[in-house]
């Protein structure tokens, strides 16, 4: 199984910055996909960012030009840069993982990590 552990959320003003990071241990065989994901109230969860083991990355277009996705693949872990923040992108920012076990090495299985609160005021 994997764990994902995020961190770097907090309070910043509109116009800031963040660093949101993520770290995935456990037993697995393999992590291929990663990415970002975002919850604010009342809506539903959306993509933030994802990028693949080979380094390709897909943005929101709401993000694009803001933010910046990127992985340590011998560390296991998975960061969001986060740059000229607005207001609009308050909300509960959790990682995800694709990967696969070896009980079941062709089965793609997806983690969740708790999540990390990012609040930017105006």
């Known amino acids: 199984q994997v764990q994902l552990v995020e961190s770097g959320g907090g309070l910043v003003q509109a116009g800031g910055s963040l660093r949101l990071s993520c770290a995935a241990s456990?037993?697995?065989?393999?992590?291929?996909?990663m990415g970002w994901y975002r919850q604010a109230p009342g809506k539903q969860r959306e993509l933030v960012a994802v990028?693949?083991?080979?380094?390709?990355?897909n943005y929101a277009d709401s993000v694009k030009g803001r933010f910046t996705i990127s992985r340590d693949n011998a560390k296991n872990m998975v960061y969001l840069q986060m740059n000229d923040l607005k207001p609009e992108d308050t909300a509960v920012y959790y990682c995800?993982?694709?990967?696969?076990?070896?009980?079941?090495?062709?089965?793609?299985?997806?983690?969740w990590g708790q999540g990390t609160q990012v609040t930017v005021s105006s």
């Open positions: 456990g037993s697995f065989l393999s992590i291929n996909d």
């Open positions: 990028i693949i083991s080979g380094g390709t990355t």
């Open positions: 995800k993982a694709v990967g696969t076990i070896a009980s079941t090495p062709f089965v793609p299985r997806h983690y």
